[in-house]
């Protein structure tokens, strides 16, 4: 009987070893401009072997560097590899294409992927479907698919049913579209071949690649203050200027709770500033606070944290928290550690001298947002939740945004009702949807979703209260074009 697809692919340790080198010499020759060798020649008899599909996923020190794979029902091993091999070299769009000097610092897995077929059972009968460890995921619904492999399930301590939910938030779906008798689920079983990307292929790399040892000193830390950007613009310029301003703005006696997040204005202190005290005094700041900021100003990571020990402002700095930037840039794919795109943000900076004010041990660590599908937050999120629920105390989220931007007064009061009265329905995807459907300019949209979204997984997330609502032209500014500012607490 010929072999299919279904078949596991039974390779033996030397086989195994072959297929993974020839993959990494394929990264490698695609990485730097080369033409690559024809990989079925690489790899002998095992290339004809039929797949189901195959992945090649490339990390730098555990955090994903790229993860690309190709499926077809009549897909051969040299095929399905060379061609997750060059995608994952290149084309993931969730990250730059890998650079020469990246290589010798990756780890690979190579995984194989057999036997797949659609789960029958309908509703919730498809629990009991899917095998934590040897099975992985695919859903479809119309123009939406998504695929987990076997290993995410196992790396994230997923049951069946997050599995499948976790499938559907890949495939920006909702999170019980697997429920739906409309959506289509298959399962496949698969396993990785893995290895340092070096060890693969030693002569291909060759000197170019720094060893481990080397990249200490070729990626050295971020620095080690983030200095004042917004200084003397958004918020005064001298400490006494910015004690003075907070004398004002803080003119009521704070009335801390233990809220889980919170959302506050980043506009200059003229025209949000008391309402962001406002906020800040009706919040319980524990030991750590993370800041999620939209991304103003081009330059560094789409999704980045800063790596910074401190945060100065004119008088006075807080601490950040490195260590919990790093195992949050670990731990959620495409975040990086990244100072570039911190650097002339504000609106981390101007809650600064706040927080300050109130708890001035508090460490902030802050989180630049720049974009992302419903699909990309929500699993954002669910990363993020990981690290977190262990945590105690937890943290405070805190969203950093204004609401729409540069309407008329009264359409601006409008579009913000329209966007505040989605986030007090406290549902994460309805909150972007509504706001993408009516073209509010929200510039934290992309923060309020994950933050939302990480309180709801981690429990912590059953009621709201507005604190305030005010627009640049109650501060004087023109009423034909107007910025809206809100401030909103969660538990």
Known sequence: MNPSPSDQPGLNADEELQVFQAAGRRVAAVVRGRRPERFADAVAETG????????????????????????????????????????????????????PDELGRLDMEVWL??????????????VKEVTIGKHGLQVLRGGNRGLLLPGVATEHGFDARTFLQQTCIKAGLPLDAWLDDGTKVLRFEGYAIRGPFTKAFEQEVGHSCPTEETDKNVCPPGPETRPPAVAGMFYPGTAAEIQQALDVM?????????????LTPHAGWTYSGRLAAAVWSRLQIPPQVIIFSP?????????????????????GELASDPELAFRLSEAVEGLELDAVAHR???????QLPLVARLAPECRVVGITIGGGSLGDLQYFAMQIAGVLRPMNPRPLLVVSSDMNHFAS??????LDRIALDAVETLRPAHVYQTVQLHHISMCGLFGCVIVLETLRQLGALSRCELIGYATSAEAGGPRNRVVGYAGMVFA
Do not use: M
């Open 48 to 99: 004809g072997k039929p797949l189901y599909g195959a992945f090649v996923s490339l990390k730098d020190h555990g955090r994903l560097r790229s993860c690309c794979g190709y499926l077809s029902p009549q897909a051969t091993l040299a095929e399905a590899v060379s061609q997750a091999a060059d995608r994952a070299a290149k084309d993931d769009p969730r990250f730059p294409p890998i650079a």
């Open 113 to 126: 992927l057999w036997h797949p077929e659609e789960i029958a059972a309908r509703g919730e009968d498809r």
């Open 250 to 262: 803080f003119d009521q006696p704070p009335r801390p709770e233990p809220w889980a997040g919170a």
């Open 295 to 315: 991304r103003h100003r081009p330059g560094g990571a789409a999704w980045a944290v800063a790596p910074h020990r401190r945060w100065l402002f004119p008088g």
């Open 344 to 350: 002339q943000e504000h609106a981390v900076e101007v």
């Open 409 to 414: 007064d009264r359409e601006n009061r409008l």
